[in-house]
């Protein structure tokens, strides 16, 4: 059985990741990308789906684990009534390969471990056809299953009712390293990693990346790991950047609430852009606007509200029978349905995202701006439009106030782009489309009866979402209105002091009522309160929410609150992003304070 989520740490290339148990199991890792399928999949099922096990063969070894410095190098520490040993496991980064190591050092005494490695391609479907290495005078095995292969290196392995296992033992001072590499298996066996000069080439990339982080303030090392979660998301070669690193887990545990995260959403990717660049990110932000530009290059009216890791388009969602879902928790999906759906408010984040670029100093290129204008174009004929929301809704489509909000935002930038840049463009028009869609969603988008904005026109149902009015400008965060929506947020939609998304008893989305609070939106509330003059209130808030992260700094999209659990796909790009944001307001509003004259 998978262990809880939290359970679970990241080790990541920038082009795929892996997830590694605090027992020493590596249950998730698909190769050689993110949205490939899994060679481990023990956590959407059992061992049986696929699994690689390093850990002391005594069961009552203990453990402890952090990461090397700002690195996803994963350190663990295991000790045994005869001594200890640590378990470095990364995959090196910047060589354009697929390879993941594991050093066993020995520490104090000796130590016996085992392996149990349990290969299974294709989502669990497919056992290999596996060999012994015999032309390198080392040990290793040779695992294919028709496109996929693999090569392991390091203790000999011998085969045991569909597993291969080893023991060995490891003593003070001593190293014994076990690598694999991912390769086409039409193409030559890739040479044996380097493993000293990897460790040093991939902790000093991690090192310095990080070391580029402008962050000074409060909640500084939750700050910097879920910027390098954030790093760790983006796929090297492309620039795109996916939501989360797994498929599948519940966001309500027994439920159906199951998605596929492992692909680049407009939206989730423009809100990790600004982040990037609001901590000195400038050359991220380039990658992304070129990823953009394939991505949604031709008709933008052919726009998608999210794309494959290169920008394919063909993202169906399916059920696969092959995995039995986490604990059981079915189905487990491939692919994503919103890919066809229309989200009005994307196109919004988009232009928000870049046009930060160009605060920031990204310059534009021959195509950025002429890419906008399509944009513009394509909603000046659609943002009247019903949609599916920022929470891609599975019911009918209605004219939610975030998207009208975020439409709005798209043609504020566009008008700035020209006022402030001096691009051109219909200045008339946009000026005169963005006043008509204020003036649509203050008339339509709020109760008075509630003092609120509400989900969607008409309605009185509110929207944890309404919390981004204030951070795109469509309104000031002390501004009444606000104020009056906050207030209504907290009443309908904290549990347990965290927020939800909106009541799933409401039937909007068109699936059976439940869920955990949402992680993202209770840091959105901890960035409103900080910035109108609740600055109390943010930090005790703040403080609850970190305290959510898991022993290496990671967190998931949801948490049970009643069973202390994390819940749904992690790690999740929204949740850290959001983190980054409420500790850079609270920064803001403890400086604003700070400044004030006393009496």
Not at 79 to 100: I, K, Y
Not at 157 to 163: C, Q, S
Not at 281 to 305: F, H, K, M, N, T
Request: proline residues 4%; hydrophobic residues 40%.
């Amino acid at each position: 059985m998978p262990l809880n989520i939290e359970d679970y740490a990241l080790i990541s290339d920038c082009h795929t990741a892996a997830l590694v148990g605090c027992d020493g199991s590596i249950d998730w890792l698909c190769l050689p990308r993110y949205d490939s399928a899994s060679m481990f999949g023990a956590l959407l099922g059992t061992e049986n789906h696929g699994r690689w096990l390093l850990a002391p063969k005594d069961d009552d070894a203990t453990c402890t684990r952090s990461y090397v410095g700002d690195t996803f190098i994963l350190s663990t520490t295991w000790t045994t009534r005869n001594g200890s040993v640590e378990v470095l496991d990364f995959m090196p980064h910047g060589d354009r390969r697929a390879d993941l190591v594991r050093r066993v050092r020995g520490i104090t005494g000796s130590v016996e471990m085992r392996q149990d490695l349990r290969m299974r391609f294709g989502y669990g479907s497919t056992l290999p056809w596996v060999r012994q290495l015999t032309n390198e005078g080392a040990h290793g095995l040779i695992a294919v299953a028709g496109p996929d292969a693999v090569v392991i290196r390091g203790p000999r392995l011998h085969a045991e009712d569909h597993r291969h296992v080893a023991n060995f033992t490891v003593s003070a001072d001593e190293t014994v390293d076990v690598q694999m590499s991912w390769y086409q298996s039409e193409r030559p066996l890739p040479s044996a990693v380097d493993v000293d000069a990897q460790l040093t080439r991939t902790n000093a990339w991690w090192s310095s990346w990080a070391g580029n982080c402008s962050h000074q303030g409060p909640y500084q090392d939750e700050v910097l790991r879920s910027m390098l979660v954030l790093r760790a998301l983006t796929h090297e070669d492309t620039g795109g950047i996916v939501a989360a690193a797994t498929t599948s887990l519940p966001e309500d545990f027994g439920g159906s609430r199951n998605w596929d995260y492992r692909y680049v959403w407009l939206r989730d990717a423009s809100l990790t852009l600004e982040v990037l660049l609001s901590h000195g990110y400038e050359s991220e932000a380039e990658d992304w606007r070129a990823w953009l530009l394939r991505a949604i290059a031709g008709d933008p009216e052919d726009v998608q509200i999210m794309y494959g890791l290169s920008g394919e388009r063909y993202l169906p969602e399916r059920e696969l029978t092959s995995l039995p879902g986490y604990r059981g928790t079915a189905p487990v999906r491939v692919g994503n349905g919103a890919v066809s759906q229309f989200q009005a408010d994307v196109i919004g984040e988009v232009m928000v995202a870049l046009h930060a670029a160009r605060i920031a100093g990204v310059g534009e290129t021959k195509f950025s701006w002429p890419l906008q204008r399509a944009l513009m174009h394509f909603l000046e004929e659609n943002w009247h439009r019903a949609d599916q929301g920022i929470w891609e809704v599975r019911g009918p489509a209605r004219e939610f106030t975030h998207s009208r909000v975020m439409v709005w935002a798209a043609f504020d930038r566009a008008v700035r782009g020209i006022t402030e840049f001096g691009l051109d463009g219909p200045l008339e028009t946009w000026t005169a489309l963005r006043d008509e869609v204020r003036q649509d969603i203050e008339l339509r988008g709020f109760s008075t009866e509630r003092n609120s904005y509400t989900q969607s026109f008409g309605g009185t149902e509110v929207d944890a979402s309404l919390l981004i009015l204030a951070q795109v400008g469509f309104c000031k965060p002390t501004d009444a209105r606000m104020l009056g929506t906050v207030a209504a947020i907290e009443a309908d939609l904290l549990r347990d002091g965290l927020l939800l998304r909106y009541r799933t008893e409401a039937s909007v989305d068109g699936l059976a009522p439940g869920e955990h609070p949402f992680l993202a939106c209770s840091f959105w509330l901890v960035e409103q309160y900080a910035l109108s003059d609740r600055l109390s209130d943010a930090t005790t808030l703040m403080d609850r929410l970190v305290g959510f992260v898991n022993d290496v700094g990671l967190l998931s999209e949801e948490y049970d609150v009643t069973n202390g659990r994390q819940a749904g796909n992690t790690p999740q790009a929204l949740s850290h992003l959001a983190l980054v944001r409420a500790a850079d307001a609270i920064v803001a509003s403890s400086t604003v304070v700070s400044a004030a004259p006393k009496r």
